[in-house]
């Protein structure tokens, strides 16, 4: 599977496959992620991620098909990376082969992560690529566990 897996720039008519996988209800329910209605995900994506030259994204695809996307930012001192696969994608390596892509791009470490604690295979996937625990935060309701890829363990 990973041998189909690349990445390339996000075009514009990713958006639509994008927007419909955030609002996948077993996505949703894993990543305990609040789906953007579509107008606020249009104007998220064109301002924050594509129209914000530190944001460094990348389309998934598998076999040319658009898989999902991923995508560092910073927030504040810290650079963070985070990943949105199409449910047909799950199980399959797709996460893993487009991260480790993902990561020899991305070269800003440390580099940090936090997906719920409870969605088990996104921890798993990023602990593969050498993310270790560094504490818990809380995303609303939600407690979600932060990860981190480098040296820094003042998390």
Known sequence: MSDDVRLRPVLETDLEVFLEQEHDEEAVRRSRFVPRERAAFMTHWATRVLGDPTVLVRAVTVGGEVAGNVVSWWEGERRFVGYWLGRP???????????????????????????????????????????????????????????????????
């Open 89 to 155: 994608f799950w199980g399959r390596g797709v996460g893993t082969a487009a991260l480790g892509l993902f990561l020899a791009e991305e070269k800003t470490r440390p580099l940090y992560a936090d997906p719920f604690a409870g969605n088990t295979g996104s921890v798993r996937l990023l602990e593969r690529h050498g993310f270790r625990r560094a504490g818990t935060v809380r995303h609303g309701q939600d407690e979600h566990l932060l990860l981190v890829l480098g040296d820094d363990l003042s998390a």
